[in-house]
């Protein structure tokens, strides 16, 4: 029972002080990075609509992993197993967790209006914690980056060091 107990209590207190949580969800692939906030045991996240991130595979009653990050140093804290709960728009679950989310949502285009568009056009998901911690990795996760069209920048013009070694003997 105590080791439940402190269990939970580091599931809650590295997910309230993280930022992003890294969420893979029951279809495997890579997890993804999502903003949330901590309320009410469980950690809240908003998404799929216009503007707003993506959470693939996140439906009722499924399934997730989810991984807390040390808000200092970035290092894996814990990983905990979650059940997804999505919230009804317009239920008292669903306008708290929209209270919550609305004032850690950043740079949102309409504002005050911001839960009203959540409500039309967005869910809000509830992932719980559902059992044990995970144990963590004792190798690498490290994967290759995603294919991509970006390109490296060009190497430098041959003058450039000289210009800027020039400035900064003047100075």
């Known amino acids: 029972m105590t080791s439940e107990l402190l269990e939970r209590a580091l599931v809650e207190e590295a997910t309230k002080k993280s930022g992003l949580i890294w ?6 692939g890579p ?5 949330h906030v901590w309320h009410e045991g469980a950690a809240c996240v908003v998404g799929d609509g216009p503007g707003e991130q993506p959470l693939p595979g996140l439906t009722d009653g499924a399934a997730a992993e989810v991984t807390v990050r040390s808000k200092d140093k970035g290092g894996r804290l814990v990983t905990w197993p979650a059940r997804v709960v999505a919230l009804a728009p317009d239920s008292p679950e669903w306008e ?8 850690k949502r950043l740079n949102a285009p309409d504002g005050e209006a911001v839960t009203r568009r959540w409500a039309r056009e967005c869910r809000i998901v509830r992932l719980e914690p559902a059992g044990a911690l995970l144990p963590l990795p004792d190798h ?6 995603a294919p991509t069209p970006a390109t490296t920048r060009e190497p430098i013009p ?12 003047r100075g």
């Not at 041959?158 to 003997?169: E, I, N």
């Open 23 to 28: 969420v893979k969800g029951p279809a495997g």
């Open 31 to 35: 997890a993804r990075p999502l903003w």
């Open 96 to 103: 708290a967790a929209a209270a919550e989310l609305k004032g």
């Open 140 to 145: 690498s996760l490290a994967q290759a980056p």
């Open 158 to 169: 041959a003058g450039l060091p000289r210009l800027l070694l020039k400035r900064r003997r």
